[in-house]
């Protein structure tokens, strides 16, 4: 099957593509269970599709991988299908990103011309160290209310009209 033929409200969906982009990991409670969410956008020779990742399978994948979908089910968002593994699917990757860097956490420090091991390391672990700026606040960050969907470009417009809103109207400060 590929991604062209795939319709709204489609199940039975086995397909293999790769993935050449995953967004950010999203948080969610529905039913006092906690779940993590994620949207990567998939393609094949046909073309491109929005691939829903859930829980596990978000560790799984990274972009550059083939993924294997079997009995996958095809949605769709404000006129947009998106691709998952639905109730009863599941996702194999079959091929894994043949030159993938490693990430700062396992790469060896670096040493700098005349420096002596010790100064390398403490120089790395200085690099991975928020400076004061950074906030190191360890607040998970704010979900969205129940039935209000927000796109990242809009959020910051929509908290501060939140903020605004929820501000007293014609109450004074008391002096003592």
Request: proline share 0%.
């Given at each position: 099957m590929k991604i062209s033929e795939l319709q709204?409200?489609?199940?039975k969906v086995d397909i293999e593509v790769d993935i050449v982009d995953k967004g950010e990991v999203?948080?969610?409670?529905?039913?006092?269970?906690?779940?993590r969410v994620c949207n990567c956008t998939a393609k094949d020779e046909s073309g491109e599709i929005k691939l829903t990742l859930w829980?596990?399978?978000?560790?799984?994948?990274?972009?550059?991988?083939?993924?294997?979908?079997e009995n996958g089910y095809v949605g769709e968002w404000q006129g947009e299908l998106q691709l998952s593994?639905?109730?009863f699917g599941k996702l194999e990757v079959v091929g894994k990103q043949e030159s993938q860097e490693?990430?700062?956490?396992q790469a060896e420090p670096e040493a700098k011309p005349g420096a002596s091991p010790?100064?390398?390391e403490r120089s790395a672990a200085d690099e991975q160290a928020p400076s004061e700026s950074e906030d190191t606040g360890t607040t998970a960050p704010e979900q969205p209310k129940p039935g209000i969907s927000v796109e990242p470009d809009k959020k910051k417009e929509a908290e501060?009209?939140?903020n605004i809103s929820e501000e007293p109207v014609g109450e004074e400060e008391q002096i003592e």
């Open positions: 709204a409200r489609q199940g999203r948080e969610f409670e529905k039913f006092g269970r906690a779940g829980n596990e399978d978000i560790d799984k994948v990274n972009v550059g991988d083939k993924v294997k979908i593994t639905g109730k490693l990430s700062s956490e010790e100064t390398a501060e009209a939140e």
